[in-house]
Protein backbone atom coordinates (compact mmCIF):
# COMPACT_ATOMS: atom_id res chain seq x y z
CA UNK A 1 0.00 0.00 0.00
CA UNK A 2 1.52 3.48 -0.85
CA UNK A 3 1.92 5.59 2.30
CA UNK A 4 -0.35 8.52 1.33
CA UNK A 5 2.77 11.05 2.31
CA UNK A 6 4.82 9.45 -0.18
CA UNK A 7 3.84 11.68 -2.73
CA UNK A 8 3.32 15.68 -2.86
CA UNK A 9 0.96 16.89 -4.90
CA UNK A 10 -0.27 20.88 -5.92
CA UNK A 11 2.72 21.63 -6.95
CA UNK A 12 3.16 24.43 -10.04
CA UNK A 13 5.82 23.62 -12.90
CA UNK A 14 6.30 25.49 -16.28
CA UNK A 15 6.32 23.42 -19.03
CA UNK A 16 8.40 25.03 -22.08
CA UNK A 17 7.69 23.26 -25.62
CA UNK A 18 8.28 24.78 -28.62
CA UNK A 19 8.83 28.31 -27.89
CA UNK A 20 5.76 28.29 -25.28
CA UNK A 21 5.14 27.23 -22.11
CA UNK A 22 2.14 26.14 -20.22
CA UNK A 23 1.70 26.14 -16.15
CA UNK A 24 0.39 22.60 -14.58
CA UNK A 25 -0.07 21.34 -11.62
CA UNK A 26 2.23 18.50 -10.69
CA UNK A 27 3.05 15.75 -7.95
CA UNK A 28 6.59 14.75 -7.12
CA UNK A 29 7.91 12.50 -3.99
CA UNK A 30 8.26 13.53 -0.90
CA UNK A 31 11.74 13.61 0.97
CA UNK A 32 11.74 14.33 4.63
CA UNK A 33 14.20 13.99 7.20
CA UNK A 34 13.47 10.87 9.70
CA UNK A 35 15.97 10.42 12.97
CA UNK A 36 16.51 7.66 13.79
CA UNK A 37 17.34 6.74 17.96
CA UNK A 38 18.30 3.56 19.91
CA UNK A 39 17.22 2.61 23.34
CA UNK A 40 19.16 0.16 25.09
CA UNK A 41 20.92 -0.73 28.32
CA UNK A 42 19.64 -2.86 31.42
CA UNK A 43 16.27 -2.60 33.19
CA UNK A 44 16.43 0.48 35.07
CA UNK A 45 19.21 1.62 33.67
CA UNK A 46 18.56 2.54 29.89
CA UNK A 47 19.88 4.87 27.42
CA UNK A 48 19.15 6.20 24.60
CA UNK A 49 21.17 7.51 21.59
CA UNK A 50 20.77 9.20 18.02
CA UNK A 51 22.21 6.80 15.52
CA UNK A 52 21.52 9.11 12.35
CA UNK A 53 19.80 11.52 10.61
CA UNK A 54 18.44 10.11 6.64
CA UNK A 55 16.38 11.62 4.48
CA UNK A 56 13.98 9.50 3.07
CA UNK A 57 10.51 9.04 1.41
CA UNK A 58 7.90 8.68 4.42
CA UNK A 59 6.44 4.86 4.63
CA UNK A 60 7.39 1.77 6.18
CA UNK A 61 9.44 3.97 8.46
CA UNK A 62 9.83 1.17 11.28
CA UNK A 63 11.42 -1.38 8.71
CA UNK A 64 14.02 1.65 7.32
CA UNK A 65 14.85 1.89 11.35
CA UNK A 66 15.71 -1.85 11.88
CA UNK A 67 16.84 -2.72 8.17
CA UNK A 68 19.58 0.27 9.07
CA UNK A 69 20.28 -1.60 12.23
CA UNK A 70 20.91 -4.50 10.65
CA UNK A 71 22.66 -3.52 7.71
CA UNK A 72 25.51 -1.61 9.17
CA UNK A 73 25.59 -4.84 12.12
CA UNK A 74 24.49 -2.84 15.02
CA UNK A 75 22.04 -5.97 15.66
CA UNK A 76 22.25 -9.30 14.31
CA UNK A 77 18.64 -9.53 14.05
CA UNK A 78 14.93 -8.62 14.82
CA UNK A 79 14.85 -11.01 17.58
CA UNK A 80 17.16 -8.24 19.79
CA UNK A 81 14.36 -5.91 18.53
CA UNK A 82 12.20 -5.44 22.00
CA UNK A 83 9.71 -2.39 20.18
CA UNK A 84 9.68 -0.18 17.37
CA UNK A 85 7.81 3.30 17.29
CA UNK A 86 7.26 6.49 16.62
CA UNK A 87 8.83 9.11 19.81
CA UNK A 88 7.59 12.76 19.70
CA UNK A 89 10.17 15.40 19.82
CA UNK A 90 10.86 17.02 23.34
CA UNK A 91 10.98 20.59 21.48
CA UNK A 92 7.58 21.52 19.04
CA UNK A 93 9.60 23.36 17.22
CA UNK A 94 11.95 21.23 16.08
CA UNK A 95 12.52 20.98 12.15
CA UNK A 96 12.22 16.89 12.84
CA UNK A 97 9.12 15.94 13.62
CA UNK A 98 9.46 12.30 12.88
CA UNK A 99 11.48 10.60 15.43
CA UNK A 100 11.56 6.54 14.83
CA UNK A 101 12.83 4.64 17.71
CA UNK A 102 13.98 1.07 18.35
CA UNK A 103 14.08 -0.50 21.64
CA UNK A 104 16.79 -2.73 22.36
CA UNK A 105 16.32 -6.41 24.75
CA UNK A 106 17.74 -5.87 28.12
CA UNK A 107 20.71 -7.98 27.56
CA UNK A 108 21.96 -7.03 24.09
CA UNK A 109 24.98 -5.36 23.65
CA UNK A 110 25.58 -2.72 21.98
CA UNK A 111 29.15 -1.21 20.79
CA UNK A 112 28.93 2.39 19.80
CA UNK A 113 32.02 2.91 18.72
CA UNK A 114 32.54 0.09 16.39
CA UNK A 115 29.32 1.64 14.72
CA UNK A 116 30.84 4.75 14.49
CA UNK A 117 33.89 3.64 12.92
CA UNK A 118 31.53 2.17 10.25
CA UNK A 119 29.47 4.84 9.18
CA UNK A 120 32.60 6.76 8.58
CA UNK A 121 34.12 3.93 6.67
CA UNK A 122 31.63 3.83 4.77
CA UNK A 123 31.08 7.29 3.73
CA UNK A 124 34.26 8.10 2.86
CA UNK A 125 34.67 8.83 -0.53
CA UNK A 126 38.49 7.59 -0.70
CA UNK A 127 38.01 4.89 1.23
CA UNK A 128 40.08 1.85 -0.48
CA UNK A 129 38.64 -1.64 -1.30
CA UNK A 130 41.31 -3.33 0.89
CA UNK A 131 40.42 -1.74 3.69
CA UNK A 132 36.85 -1.86 3.14
CA UNK A 133 36.95 -5.73 2.74
CA UNK A 134 39.03 -6.26 5.85
CA UNK A 135 36.18 -4.25 7.96
CA UNK A 136 33.42 -6.36 6.89
CA UNK A 137 35.24 -9.03 7.52
CA UNK A 138 35.41 -8.02 11.31
CA UNK A 139 31.81 -7.23 10.83
CA UNK A 140 31.51 -11.16 11.05
CA UNK A 141 30.35 -11.28 7.20
CA UNK A 142 32.04 -14.03 5.76
CA UNK A 143 32.16 -15.65 2.66
CA UNK A 144 28.67 -17.19 1.68
CA UNK A 145 28.68 -21.02 0.02
CA UNK A 146 29.70 -21.74 -3.65
CA UNK A 147 26.19 -23.33 -3.91
CA UNK A 148 22.80 -21.80 -3.99
CA UNK A 149 19.67 -21.40 -6.35
CA UNK A 150 20.41 -21.63 -10.28
CA UNK A 151 18.31 -19.13 -11.62
CA UNK A 152 16.99 -19.43 -15.80
CA UNK A 153 18.63 -15.98 -17.57
CA UNK A 154 14.89 -15.86 -18.60
CA UNK A 155 13.49 -15.30 -15.72
CA UNK A 156 16.37 -12.32 -14.69
CA UNK A 157 15.34 -11.04 -17.90
CA UNK A 158 11.75 -10.66 -16.82
CA UNK A 159 12.98 -8.60 -13.80
CA UNK A 160 12.99 -4.84 -14.74
CA UNK A 161 9.25 -5.72 -16.13
CA UNK A 162 8.18 -7.19 -13.20
CA UNK A 163 9.49 -4.86 -10.81
CA UNK A 164 8.14 -1.21 -12.74
CA UNK A 165 4.36 -2.64 -12.79
CA UNK A 166 4.85 -2.93 -8.43
CA UNK A 167 6.21 0.86 -8.71
CA UNK A 168 3.20 2.73 -7.68
CA UNK A 169 4.80 6.26 -6.48
CA UNK A 170 7.25 5.81 -9.31
CA UNK A 171 4.69 5.64 -12.18
CA UNK A 172 2.87 9.23 -10.27
CA UNK A 173 6.37 10.79 -9.85
CA UNK A 174 8.91 9.81 -11.84
CA UNK A 175 10.93 10.80 -8.88
CA UNK A 176 11.83 6.99 -6.86
CA UNK A 177 13.90 4.16 -6.33
CA UNK A 178 13.04 0.94 -5.81
CA UNK A 179 14.33 -2.39 -4.59
CA UNK A 180 12.52 -5.65 -5.08
CA UNK A 181 13.41 -9.40 -2.84
CA UNK A 182 12.90 -12.13 -5.63
CA UNK A 183 12.55 -15.50 -5.26
CA UNK A 184 14.56 -17.73 -8.02
CA UNK A 185 11.23 -18.41 -9.52
CA UNK A 186 11.24 -14.75 -10.52
CA UNK A 187 8.30 -14.13 -7.58
CA UNK A 188 8.27 -10.87 -6.01
CA UNK A 189 8.35 -10.90 -2.30
CA UNK A 190 8.20 -7.59 -1.72
CA UNK A 191 9.12 -4.24 -3.24
CA UNK A 192 9.88 -0.86 -1.59
CA UNK A 193 10.20 2.60 -2.70
CA UNK A 194 12.33 5.52 -1.78
CA UNK A 195 13.96 8.48 -2.82
CA UNK A 196 17.02 6.70 -1.91
CA UNK A 197 18.08 3.31 -3.31
CA UNK A 198 20.01 2.60 0.05
CA UNK A 199 16.95 3.29 1.93
CA UNK A 200 15.06 1.02 -0.37
CA UNK A 201 17.00 -1.72 0.12
CA UNK A 202 16.87 -0.78 4.03
CA UNK A 203 13.19 -1.18 4.26
CA UNK A 204 13.43 -4.40 2.59
CA UNK A 205 15.65 -6.14 4.90
CA UNK A 206 13.64 -4.65 7.66
CA UNK A 207 10.57 -5.93 6.59
CA UNK A 208 12.14 -9.43 6.12
CA UNK A 209 13.05 -8.82 9.98
CA UNK A 210 9.97 -7.70 11.22
CA UNK A 211 7.80 -9.65 9.16
CA UNK A 212 6.30 -7.56 7.13
CA UNK A 213 7.26 -8.38 3.70
CA UNK A 214 3.51 -7.77 1.82
CA UNK A 215 4.41 -8.94 -2.30
CA UNK A 216 2.70 -11.60 -4.35
CA UNK A 217 5.07 -13.98 -3.19
CA UNK A 218 5.74 -13.06 0.35
CA UNK A 219 6.87 -16.69 1.52
CA UNK A 220 9.27 -17.38 -0.68
CA UNK A 221 12.70 -17.33 0.22
CA UNK A 222 14.77 -14.31 -1.29
CA UNK A 223 17.21 -15.52 -3.81
CA UNK A 224 18.13 -12.44 -5.64
CA UNK A 225 17.96 -8.39 -4.35
CA UNK A 226 16.68 -6.46 -7.73
CA UNK A 227 17.12 -2.75 -7.81
CA UNK A 228 16.34 -0.09 -10.34
CA UNK A 229 19.44 1.71 -10.53
CA UNK A 230 23.20 1.14 -10.39
CA UNK A 231 25.04 -1.28 -8.11
CA UNK A 232 27.51 0.32 -5.74
CA UNK A 233 29.25 -0.89 -2.58
CA UNK A 234 26.79 -0.37 -0.45
CA UNK A 235 24.13 -2.49 -2.19
CA UNK A 236 26.11 -5.38 -2.50
CA UNK A 237 27.51 -4.65 1.05
CA UNK A 238 23.75 -5.26 2.53
CA UNK A 239 23.22 -8.20 0.25
CA UNK A 240 25.72 -9.49 2.29
CA UNK A 241 24.89 -8.67 5.56
CA UNK A 242 20.94 -9.64 4.27
CA UNK A 243 22.79 -13.45 3.13
CA UNK A 244 21.23 -12.87 -0.11
CA UNK A 245 23.01 -14.68 -2.79
CA UNK A 246 22.07 -12.47 -5.81
CA UNK A 247 22.61 -9.05 -7.14
CA UNK A 248 20.52 -7.52 -9.94
CA UNK A 249 20.54 -4.33 -11.24
CA UNK A 250 19.28 -2.56 -14.34
CA UNK A 251 21.89 -0.10 -13.96
CA UNK A 252 26.00 -0.09 -13.83
CA UNK A 253 28.12 -2.15 -11.04
CA UNK A 254 30.75 -0.01 -9.86
CA UNK A 255 34.37 -1.63 -9.67
CA UNK A 256 34.63 -1.71 -5.35
CA UNK A 257 30.90 -3.74 -5.92
CA UNK A 258 32.24 -6.51 -8.07
CA UNK A 259 35.43 -6.54 -5.68
CA UNK A 260 33.09 -7.47 -2.74
CA UNK A 261 30.74 -9.48 -4.54
CA UNK A 262 33.89 -11.43 -5.62
CA UNK A 263 35.09 -11.83 -2.06
CA UNK A 264 31.86 -12.98 -0.51
CA UNK A 265 31.13 -15.34 -3.05
CA UNK A 266 27.52 -13.40 -4.71
CA UNK A 267 26.24 -13.37 -7.99
CA UNK A 268 26.13 -9.61 -9.31
CA UNK A 269 24.36 -9.00 -12.53
CA UNK A 270 24.07 -5.42 -14.09
CA UNK A 271 22.29 -3.80 -17.06
CA UNK A 272 19.43 -6.25 -16.86
CA UNK A 273 16.83 -5.76 -18.99
CA UNK A 274 14.56 -7.87 -21.38
CA UNK A 275 17.10 -8.41 -24.12
CA UNK A 276 20.75 -8.69 -22.07
CA UNK A 277 22.40 -8.64 -19.33
CA UNK A 278 26.13 -8.97 -17.64
CA UNK A 279 27.22 -11.14 -15.47
CA UNK A 280 30.07 -9.74 -13.17
CA UNK A 281 30.57 -12.26 -10.41
CA UNK A 282 28.90 -15.66 -9.55
CA UNK A 283 27.94 -17.03 -13.06
CA UNK A 284 27.25 -20.64 -11.72
CA UNK A 285 24.19 -19.53 -10.15
CA UNK A 286 22.78 -18.56 -13.71
CA UNK A 287 21.36 -20.92 -16.30
CA UNK A 288 21.74 -19.75 -19.44
CA UNK A 289 20.99 -21.59 -22.70
CA UNK A 290 24.07 -21.95 -25.15
CA UNK A 291 24.11 -20.41 -28.23
CA UNK A 292 23.65 -22.91 -30.93
CA UNK A 293 27.45 -22.64 -33.06
CA UNK A 294 27.42 -21.92 -37.11
CA UNK A 295 28.09 -25.44 -38.89
CA UNK A 296 31.61 -25.51 -40.34
CA UNK A 297 31.79 -25.57 -44.37
Request: hydrophobic share 40%.
Amino acid sequence: MTDPGAVRSRVQRIVADGGGAEIVWDLLAAEEPMEIRVGFGPEGRRSVRTIGVTMRTPGHDDELAVGFLLGERLICSADEVEEVGREEPEDAGRSIDRIIRVDLKPGVEVDLDRFARNVLTNSSCGVCGSATLRALNLDGCRPGPGRGPVIDAEVVHRLPEALRGRQLVFARTGGLHAAAMVDEEGGLIAVREDIGRHNAVDKLVGARALGTLDGPSPGGSAAILLVSGRAGFEIVQKAVTAGIPVVAAVGAPSSLAVEVAEAFGLTLLGFVGPERFNVYSGPRRIRVEPRASAPLD
